[in-house]
C-alpha cells in the first residue's frame, strides 16, 4: 500500500516537474529535465521539504543527489535538533549540534589548513569565499554527526562535492 501511494506522489510530482522544467523558476541545473525535478521533489518530500524548497536545495554532482549545506542546517533543525556556529574566523570555523533531548554535543571544526591539504584553496569559491566554505564544511558534518538519520541518504552538502566547481 504504501509503495502505491508513493508511485501516485510521483506520478504527481512528475506532473509538477514537466510544467517547472520549462520555466525559469528552475535552477539552471534542472531546466529542460522533469526526471531530476521530480526526483528532487520526492527526496524534498521525505525531508518536509515543499516542491520549490527541495529544487532550490539540491544539485547533482557527478551523479550524486547533494543538498545545499544551509539546507541540511534547515532539515535538521525543523526536526528540532539544534545546530550552531560556535567560532568564526577567516581561517577556522566550529559548527556544534545537539540532537533533540540529548546532552551530548557534537563538535566539527573546518580549517584554511585543512582545506590547504585537501588542495581545495585553488578552486574558485575557496578564493572568493573561503569563510563560507569552510561554514558549509563544518555546518555539514555537523549535521551528518547530529542527525544522520533526518538527511536520508543524502550525508553530503553540494559545497563539500563540488568545492565550487560547477554541477552535473
Not at 113 to 130: T, Y
Not at 134 to 140: E, F, H, I, P, V
Amino acid at each position: 500500500a504504501g509503495l502505491i501511494a508513493w508511485a501516485a506522489s510521483a506520478r504527481a510530482a512528475h506532473s509538477i516537474a514537466a510544467a517547472l522544467a520549462k520555466t525559469s523558476f528552475v535552477p539552471s541545473a534542472f531546466k529542460g529535465k522533469p526526471g531530476e525535478i521530480t526526483a528532487a521533489i520526492l527526496t524534498g518530500d521525505e525531508m518536509g521539504l515543499s516542491p520549490m524548497a527541495a529544487l532550490r536545495s539540491f544539485d547533482l554532482i557527478q551523479g550524486t543527489p547533494a543538498m545545499r549545506a544551509n539546507a541540511m542546517r534547515g532539515v535538521v533543525q525543523s526536526h528540532g535538533h539544534e545546530v550552531w556556529i560556535e567560532k568564526s574566523t577567516p581561517t577556522k570555523v566550529v559548527a556544534c549540534g545537539q540532537r533533540k533531548g540529548s546532552d551530548k554535543v557534537h563538535r566539527s571544526e573546518s580549517t584554511i589548513e585543512r582545506a590547504r591539504e585537501m588542495q581545495l584553496l585553488g578552486k574558485d569559491n575557496w578564493k572568493k569565499q573561503p569563510l563560507a566554505m569552510l561554514t558549509a564544511r563544518a555546518t555539514s558534518e555537523v549535521c551528518r554527526l547530529t542527525a544522520s538519520d533526518v538527511l536520508y541518504g543524502v550525508p553530503y552538502s553540494v559545497e563539500e562535492l563540488s568545492d565550487g566547481e560547477s554541477s552535473n
